[in-house]
């Protein structure tokens, strides 16, 4: 299963509000973000870490970069 349906099932198991704008292709957040005429700080990103729990999906703002120590 994708990142992406991976997210939109926890979304919508949750009651999140949320709006899927289709987009070109782009290999990075910030450029799905300019792509689809959208503030990066008003689309979310998943990156998957792995810890010693195991992997986890950590969800941010596009204009974000993750911090691993918070994170931990």
């Known amino acids: ?3 992406a349906r991976r997210l939109k ?5 949750e009651a999140v509000p ?3 704008i289709p987009h070109p292709l ?6 799905v973000a300019a ?4 503030p990066g ?3 979310a990103k998943s ?7 195991g992997l986890a999906m950590v969800v941010l703002p596009a204009n974000h970069r993750v911090d ?5």
């Not at 782009?26 to 450029?31: R, S």
């Not at 792509?35 to 959208?38: G, Q, R, S, Y």
């Not at 691993?68 to 931990?72: G, M, S, T, Y």
């Open 1 to 3: 299963m994708s990142v």
């Open 9 to 13: 099932e926890y979304l919508d198991i």
């Open 18 to 20: 949320y709006e899927m």
């Open 26 to 31: 782009a290999f990075t957040a910030q450029g």
């Open 35 to 38: 792509a689809a005429h959208v």
């Open 41 to 43: 700080r008003n689309l």
């Open 47 to 53: 990156v998957i870490v792995k810890g010693q729990w």
């Open 68 to 72: 691993l120590h918070v994170v931990r």
